[in-house]
């Protein structure tokens, strides 16, 4: 799947132009304009859900090429449709002022602070007047700048909920309050880290042990995602990780797969809907998106559930296809299907005679049905 990701970006980066804007924003917290490349997805006239931000440092660098994944991943339905925002930051001078470290303290510096202020306020809370932002927002930093965003991390109340710390030039200083604020945060955040074998011996070794210790953490809160790659150095590490950071953060939004369905709900002692209902619950908790119940999830449940003969999960996933695809048969033929479990045959010739009179959907027909009633006449 990574090499997939990695071919599509070559093909995606052709067609991102078409939907960005360049801005130029003046700001009194760096006494200076700085410019921003600015990508929001096509809605069409439809209403649209909450859309999670992505704010990229280095955006000169690095915004087609998170732009490019983006477009695929909310394509196959991966991920939903987001805004991604690139900062520029022309030159390792610009770079080094905008991340800069009192040495003495480990702190931000009067400048650090300043742009991590510009972020905040001149990026995240501006574009969240103009557009429908979802609770999950997004930044992503390599190196000096990987290094940068875990500030945001270490706020009482941090702005960002996911991180993408590329090769981060980690300060020994900064990898204490780290493990101290992902042992005890109490809201879902999802941090993605990436090292190789490739970098600067101190580099390579400070990130090897904020993993380590990343690792240990067991708050069921923290979501960590981390890579050791062989061969990509501090330049190309971020084709590498973007594609699957970003795979990873997104992933409960992503359908049921044969590996969750064979590992999870079928071996779970739960009833089958439970898990269904469980993870669109977390859709919404962590992104902010009512999302519908997509057809690969209900036939996933549903095919645990009948393997199962759970009449409960059967009724259930009913009344959610009666909700989200009215029009069709399902809901009628998983009901039909739940009363023939407990025997009560009279109800399920009734919902199979409803289901009779709506679309076919999927695998159930207007044939499967008449035979289903015609067995229970």
């Known amino acids: 799947m990574k090499n997939l990701f990695l071919i599509l970006t070559v093909f995606f980066c052709f067609d991102v132009k078409a939907q960005i804007t360049t801005e130029n924003i003046e700001s009194t917290f760096l006494g200076k304009v700085r410019t921003i490349d600015l990508y929001v997805p096509e809605l069409g006239s439809e209403s649209i859900d909450p859309m999670p931000l992505i704010v990229v440092l280095e955006g000169n660098d690095l915004f087609n090429l998170t732009v490019s994944n983006v477009k695929f991943l909310s394509k196959i339905g991966y991920m939903p449709k987001s805004i991604v925002v690139g900062i520029h ?26 742009f991590k202020q510009f972020i905040t306020s001149d990026i995240v809370q501006r574009l969240q007047t103009q557009y429908n932002i979802s609770n999950l927002k997004v930044i992503i930093g390599k190196n000096k700048l990987g290094n940068f965003i875990n500030f945001f991390l270490l706020d009482n109340n941090p702005i960002f909920s996911a991180y993408i710390a590329i090769t981060p030039e980690l300060t020994g200083s900064i990898i204490d309050p780290i493990i101290a604020k992902t042992t005890t945060v109490k809201k ?11 970098l600067p011996k101190r580099q390579k070794n400070n990130t090897s042990i904020l993993s380590d210790e990343l690792k240990k953490i067991e708050n069921p809160k923290f979501h960590l995602t981390n890579n050791l790659f062989a061969d990509p150095d501090e330049f190309s590490s971020p084709i590498y990780s973007i594609p699957v950071a970003l795979e990873n953060i997104f992933r409960v939004y992503q359908p049921i797969s044969p590996k969750v369905y064979k590992e999870k709900i079928l071996k779970e002692s739960q ?24 057809l690969n999830d209900v036939m996933a449940v549903f095919a645990a559930a009948q393997k199962k003969a759970d009449a409960e999960s059967l009724f259930v996933l009913g009344e959610l296809a009666l909700q989200d695809y009215p029009t069709t048969m399902m809901g009628y033929y998983f009901n039909g299907l739940g009363y023939e479990i407990l025997e009560n045959y009279k109800k399920a010739l009734k919902n199979y005679e409803s289901a009779y009179t709506l679309e076919p ?3 159930i027909t207007k044939e499967l049905v008449l035979n289903k009633i015609e067995l229970l006449k």
Not at 188 to 198: A, K, M, P, R, T
Not at 272 to 284: C, E, G, M, T
């Open 89 to 114: 930051q022309e030159g390792s001078t610009q770079v080094k002022r905008d991340s800069e470290i009192n040495k003495n303290s480990g702190q931000l510096s009067s400048r650090g602070s300043n």
């Open 188 to 198: 879902d955040i999802s941090y993605y880290l990436s090292n190789s074998e490739n």
């Open 271 to 294: 009833p089958p809907h439970v898990f269904l209902i469980n993870k669109y619950q977390r859709i919404y908790r962590e992104l902010g998106i009512q999302k519908k119940y997509i």
């Open 361 to 363: 959907i999927d695998f």
